[in-house]
């Protein structure tokens, strides 16, 4: 029985087909891959009363305006698409049509890691992947399929350059199932930890160079929560929203750090990693350059960047505008900067970072902007992105400057 669906808004845009052969993931002729992440999506909250349907198709709206704003290649949805405390019946994955009704209209492909929510109740990440492979542009895998313990959506993509050239890849995305819910374990698993160090191994050798690559996971790791406590988020060297306590992996077991040791140990230790972006703390949307881990290791290279996405749906606590975090690579750059900014659902860019070397030494002043980047318009949008926040800067002070003395003569 479907329960609280309004007779508009369940369903896919257009037959569901088996897919044969998923989409190829590809840099464009100009040399960059753009990504768009939405977190915490929340759909199913109140599916027996009006207000759960209006709720879940704000969030479709969100999804729909964010992605028609930007010009992304690969679209994340990184954990909790469904609420599944809220569920009454078997009957979730008919959530999952919803929430990708919008991109598959824009015949985006995308790829999901499934949160704590997703497996709870009612809702099964098991059932969610199995309806997500009836859709041609689902990207998500389950790699250690002989492992329950391991999660569900543990997993890597490649992305290859324009040329048609499939050799080697230009980036690698790594995607891991930090659990919870129903397992009550929420932190990456240990088997999924060595099935890591393996594959980037092998990977390593089969190319015979580092290939750069990114990481999604739903749930922060403790080592975001230690620098939160100290030495602190820096609004100017870390921009964003720091509005709660970060909730790392293991925290919701028996509200000890360490769980996730061997995961951030491992993440520290690879090479060419440029990034991870996580979710699940609806109020934080910022990064920082991590460097040491907790038993004092240096990490890789020049330190891993570590973010929060964006809270985008209107189910779950939390009062931010709703929106997703871009991240836009090159292919010139791509093993030294990630540009990233969070589109909101009204337009505006409440911030934008290059992650680089520099990353967390560098100095943020942002102001909104309203940035209309149509899809199609991609060529030059991360210089644009760097340049507008000094443009609004020098309007500022050209308005503190010549206005405000006028004024005292009012």
């Not at 305006?65 to 009957?91: M, W």
């Not at 900067?337 to 909101?344: F, S």
């Amino acid at each position: 029985m479907r329960l609280g669906f309004p007779s508009w808004t369940y369903g896919p845009s257009r037959p569901l087909s088996k897919s044969s052969n998923n989409p190829t993931l590809r840099f464009l002729q100009d040399g960059t891959f753009q990504i768009t992440v939405f977190s915490d999506l929340h759909f199913a909250e109140d599916e027996d009363s009006t207000k759960g349907p209006m709720q879940d198709a704000r969030t479709a709206e969100v999804v729909k305006k964010v992605l028609e704003r930007e010009n992304s290649q690969l679209v994340v949805l990184n954990g909790d698409l469904i609420s599944g405390y809220g569920t009454r019946a078997d009957n979730a994955t008919l959530y999952l049509d919803q929430i990708v009704t919008p991109i598959v209209e824009l015949g985006l492909p995308w790829a999901t890691t499934y949160g704590n929510h997703d497996n709870q109740d009612y809702a099964r990440s098991t059932d969610l992947l199995r309806r997500e492979r009836d859709y041609e542009g689902s990207l998500t895998q389950n790699m250690l399929p002989d492992n329950p313990q391991a999660g569900v959506s543990n997993y890597f993509l490649q992305v290859y350059s324009a040329s048609g050239n499939e050799d080697v890849p230009e980036l690698i995305l790594w995607f891991f199932d930090s659990r919870g819910g129903d397992e009550p374990h929420d932190w990456v698993d240990d088997s999924v930890v060595n099935w890591f160090k393996e594959t980037s191994t092998g990977l390593v050798q089969q190319y015979n160079k580092i290939i750069p690559s990114l990481a999604f996971f739903h749930i922060p790791i403790t080592a975001a929560y230690e620098f939160q406590e100290d030495p602190g988020v820096d609004p100017s060297r870390e921009p964003g929203i720091n509005g709660e306590t970060v909730w790392w992996q293991g925290r919701g077991f028996d509200n000890k750090t360490g769980h996730d040791m061997s995961f951030m140990t491992a993440l520290s230790n690879t090479d060419g990693l440029l990034a991870t972006f996580s979710g699940h703390d609806h109020d934080n949307d910022w990064c920082y350059k991590w460097k040491s881990t907790p038993t004092n290791e240096a990490v890789a290279r020049d330190g891993i960047n570590v973010c929060y996405g964006r809270h985008t749906g209107y189910g779950g606590y939390g009062n931010l505008a709703r929106g997703g975090r871009q991240i836009l690579l090159r292919q010139e750059t791509l093993a030294k900067e990630v540009v990233t900014w969070v589109r909101l659902e009204d337009g505006f860019v409440p911030e934008n970072v290059t992650l680089n070397a520099t990353y967390g030494q560098d100095e943020y002043h942002p102001l909104p902007q309203h940035i209309e980047l149509k899809r199609g318009e991609v060529e030059g949008a991360g210089d644009s992105l760097q340049i507008i926040p000094v443009f609004y800067s020098a309007a500022l002070s050209l308005f503190l400057i010549v206005y405000l003395p006028l004024g005292l003569w009012c």
